[in-house]
């Protein structure tokens, strides 16, 4: 039986003051964000932020370097992004008072952003 790769997930949320902006990020499954992106489409998102280029993909290996599975989030009530993101706002609290720089995953809803 062969081991699963960890994976990376991926969110897409429409974002910015234009109806066709995405903002993006990964999150690796142990809570650290890897990378994020702001595009002009969704299109562009998955290319920018690496479902469909090579793009990011140095901060991906450099954080699993013996290989890792990118996930696209359709649904954010998914079991394994939501356990995902539990770790990273663990690992926010945990930094909290550390001087150390910290990536807490933040995405405004759309219509909090337009303000």
Same mark, same amino acid.
């Not at 998914?78 to 990536?103: C, I, T, V, W």
């Given at each position: 039986?062969?081991?699963?790769? #960890?994976k990376?997930?991926?969110?897409? %949320?429409?974002?910015? #003051?234009? $109806?066709? +902006? @995405?903002?993006?990020? &990964?999150? =690796?499954? +142990? !809570? /650290?964000?890897? &990378?994020?992106?702001?595009?002009?489409?969704? !299109?562009?998102? *998955?290319? $920018?932020?690496?479902?469909?280029?090579?793009? %990011?993909?140095?901060?991906? %290996?450099? /954080?699993?370097? $013996? !290989?890792?599975?990118? @996930?696209? @989030?359709?649904d954010?009530? $998914? &079991? !394994?992004?939501? =356990? =995902?993101?539990? %770790?990273?706002?663990?690992? *926010?609290? =945990?930094?909290?008072?550390?001087?150390? #720089?910290? &990536? @807490?995953?933040?995405?405004? +809803?759309?219509?909090?952003?337009?303000?």
């Open positions: 039986m062969s081991e699963q790769l #960890p990376i997930y991926i969110v897409m %949320k429409p974002a910015g #003051p234009h $109806d066709h +902006d @995405v903002a993006s990020y &990964a999150m =690796a499954e +142990d !809570g /650290h964000k890897l &990378a994020s992106y702001w595009s002009s489409s969704a !299109g562009w998102a *998955r290319h $920018d932020i690496g479902l469909t280029s090579n793009s %990011k993909h140095d901060n991906y %290996k450099e /954080h699993y370097p $013996d !290989g890792y599975e990118l @996930v696209e @989030v359709e954010l009530t $998914d &079991a !394994g992004y939501m =356990a =995902a993101l539990e %770790k990273n706002q663990a690992l *926010r609290k =945990a930094h909290e008072e550390s001087e150390e #720089p910290f &990536a @807490v995953i933040e995405i405004q +809803d759309k219509e909090e952003s337009d303000d």
